[in-house]
């Protein structure tokens, strides 16, 4: 019944190692994201995709790749793994109509070590 | 840059009382409005949209939302323990790249 869900919930991990982490959603969505949060509690968003094409991209180190094999999924995977990485990580979609919400998933708590 | 400012608290308030979360925005083309709230170790899940202004309740929220002032606020009224949570002030421009920016949070404490 889990609408958006992540694996691994947990992630503790080497500087420099590379990870990554995966959502699903099965709401049908056509719109899926991918958040930061750090540990101020402040998300921010970091990549966007629509019918596994890429819409949004913000200012993120391209040692973060994200990748949509399909509009039920969306994966991020992290290369060299750094300090500043650790935070959690949230997924979420949404369906296509302009002001729906965003629906989240529990989130992956990434620690670097 | 489109900014959400909200007061990050920490809000503390005696059960029963109204608890007010306010926040504003910087971009005017700004047309969704939506509180998440948050308890620890959890993800966000929304209670309140708005998209038009004046007030908008549902059982004891209310948010209002005045665009001339780009303001936006969530009212709580008799509040809980159970009501404790970070709230999470979100704007949206619309269009094709529709995305949320986030606001940092206001923690809220509703005391027995």
């Known amino acids: 019944d889990t609408a958006v869900s992540q694996t691994p919930k947990y992630l503790v991990t080497q500087m420099g190692n590379d990870k990554s982490i995966k959502c699903e959603q099965n709401l049908g969505h056509d719109t899926m994201y991918w958040y930061k949060q750090d540990s101020k509690k402040f998300l921010k968003i970091m990549f966007s995709y629509n019918n596994k094409e890429l819409i949004i991209n913000e200012t993120v180190p391209n040692r973060f790749s994200p990748k949509s094999p399909d509009k039920a999924h969306l994966n991020l995977h992290i290369n060299s793994l750094e300090l500043g990485d650790s935070a959690v990580y949230f997924c979420a979609s949404r369906p296509g109509t302009s002001g729906s919400q965003q629906f989240f998933g529990p989130g992956t708590r990434l620690t670097v070590l | 840059q489109k900014e959400v400012e909200q007061n990050s608290g920490p809000l503390s308030v005696p059960e029963g009382a109204i608890a007010s979360l306010n926040c504003t925005y910087s971009d005017r083309g700004s047309q969704s409005f939506f509180w998440y709230r948050q308890y620890s170790g959890k993800s966000p899940e929304l209670i309140m949209s708005i998209y038009s202004n004046g007030d908008k309740e549902d059982g004891r929220f209310t948010a209002q939302l005045n665009k001339a002032s780009q303001y936006v606020s969530l009212l709580i009224r008799d509040s809980q323990p159970s009501d404790s949570a970070t709230y999470l002030c979100?704007?949206?421009?619309?269009?094709?790249?529709?995305?949320?920016?986030f606001g940092k949070g206001t923690l809220l404490t509703v005391n027995p």
């Open positions: 979100a704007v949206s421009s619309g269009g094709s790249n529709y995305k949320l920016t």
